[in-house]
């Protein structure tokens, strides 16, 4: 397959590596644009995934102040733009690290996703979700980035 004429403008402007085989198939870009309305809609956003959407718990680390959940999900997205990810990316894996006492009524969850470059989840638990525990009795769900963890 050929590269559109979008991914050549693109790549002609841009100096990185990221995209060099370009972004996709026209046709998924044009799916994933449409689907783009669809989310940006609160009304019909908030519907999308249901309150029972399995999520899988692999297992349980019992910590001193904590609990740490290895686990795992299917990506919403593949029930609604079918094809487009590449199958590695397809199931989520994220670590879910929880006070073993919540400190109020409140269960306060901090969501943090990884930059580029940052494999699995050591640096972000042990500097970021550790000390917000501690200091705020904060759960923190740490996502991984697609083809790290393989």
């Known amino acids: 397959m050929g590269l559109s004429k979008l991914d050549v403008l693109y790549r002609r402007l841009l100096l990185t590596k990221f995209f060099i085989r ?52 299917t990506s919403p997205l593949v029930h609604y733009v079918p094809d487009v990810m590449p199958s590695e990316t397809v199931v989520a894996r994220f670590q879910f690290i929880v006070p073993k006492e919540w400190k109020s009524k409140y269960r306060p969850v901090c969501i943090h996703l990884a930059g580029t470059g940052d494999h699995y989840y050591w640096r972000r638990r042990t500097l970021m979700a550790r000390p917000m525990l501690k200091e705020a009795g904060m759960a923190s ?9 393989l």
């Open 22 to 73: 370009g972004w996709g198939k026209p046709e998924d870009l044009k799916r994933l644009f449409e689907f783009r309305k669809l989310i940006g809609n609160r009304e019909t956003c908030q519907h999308l995934v249901p309150k029972d959407y399995p999520v899988y718990v692999d297992t349980v680390e019992e910590q001193t102040d904590c609990k740490i959940l290895d686990g795992h999900f």
């Open 141 to 149: 769900l740490l996502l991984e980035n697609p083809y790290y963890i």
